[in-house]
C-alpha cells in the first residue's frame, strides 16, 4: 500500500519523499528473543515457521515445545496461520492465482530449475517465465545462480522461496489443508515430521549466512 501511494508514477505524491526505508523481518538472533523453547534446535524450526515476522512468533510466545505450538497454532482449524498464506498470495495475484499456486508448490518441493516447475505444474515451459518473473518482482521467489561464477548464466538459473513461512505454507499446509480442517493436525504433524529435517536444513543455511554476515566483514555470500 505504502509503495503505491509513494512510488507509483501515478501516485500524487510521487517524487517528494525524503527518505525510503525497507523494512526487513527479523533475523534468527533477534528472533528467537520472543521464543522459550527447552531445546536449541527448535528454535531453527520456529524460524523455519515464522521467517522472524513478529505477529506469528508472538504465536509461539507461551509454548516451550516446538512440536506442541506448530500442531495447536498452525495445524488446527481457526488459526490464522492455517489460511495467511492464502491471503498474501491471492492479493497480489488477481489472475490466474492457480497457476501461481502451482509453481510455488512446486519451488517448495524442491523443484529449482524452470524446466521442473514447468514439469510439476503442468504448465507449458514457454510460459513459465512470466509467473517467475511475476514472482522475483514481488520478492517472493529469488534467482540464484553458484556464487563462484563470474557471469550470471543466460539460461541457468534456480529460484528459492525467500520467505520460510510461505516455503513451509506451500510444501505442509496447502496441500494438506483438508486434514486440518477435518481434525487430523495430529495426524500431519507425523507426517510432516518424516520430512522437516530435510525442508528445515535449507533454514539453518540461510541462519548460518546471517551469523557470518554479522560477523564476518564479506562482500557477498551464496551457495556453490
Known amino acids: 500500500m505504502i509503495e503505491k501511494i509513494s512510488l507509483s508514477l501515478n501516485s500524487p505524491i510521487y517524487g517528494r519523499i525524503t527518505g525510503q526505508y525497507k523494512i526487513f523481518p527479523l533475523d534468527f538472533f533477534d528472533s528467537i528473543k ?3 523453547f527447552k531445546l536449541k534446535e527448535d528454535y531453527v524450526l520456529a524460524y523455519g515457521v515464522t521467517n522472524g515476522i513478529p505477529l506469528y512468533l508472538l504465536e509461539f510466545l507461551e509454548y516451550d515445545n516446538f512440536y506442541t505450538a506448530l500442531k495447536e497454532k498452525v495445524l ?10 492464502k491471503f498474501l498470495t491471492l492479493e497480489e ?3 490466474h492465482p492457480s497457476n501461481y499456486y502451482s509453481v510455488l508448490i512446486s519451488i517448495a518441493n524442491g523443484k529449482t530449475t524452470p524446466n521442473e516447475i514447468a514439469i ?4 507449458e515451459y514457454k510460459s513459465i517465465g ?3 518473473s511475476k514472482l522475483v518482482e514481488l520478492e517472493l521467489i529469488k534467482n540464484e545462480s553458484p556464487i563462484t561464477l563470474r557471469e550470471k ?3 541457468k538459473s534456480y529460484y528459492y522461496i525467500l520467505d520460510e513461512y510461505l516455503r513451509f505454507y506451500f510444501k505442509y499446509i496447502h496441500p494438506y489443508k483438508e486434514m486440518i480442517y477435518r481434525g487430523l493436525g495430529k495426524k500431519l504433524l507425523e ?8 525442508h528445515i536444513s535449507f533454514t539453518f543455511e540461510r541462519i548460518a549466512r546471517q551469523y557470518m554476515l554479522k560477523n564476518i566483514e564479506l562482500e557477498k555470500i551464496g551457495r556453490w
Open 34 to 36: 520472543f521464543l522459550n
Open 76 to 85: 488446527t482449524a481457526g488459526e490464522f496461520l492455517v489460511e495467511e498464506g
Open 93 to 95: 495475484f488477481k489472475k
Open 120 to 123: 510439476n505444474s503442468n504448465m
Open 130 to 132: 512470466t509467473y517467475l
Open 153 to 155: 548464466p543466460k539460461r
Open 191 to 198: 507426517k510432516i515430521k518424516l520430512t522437516i529435517s530435510q
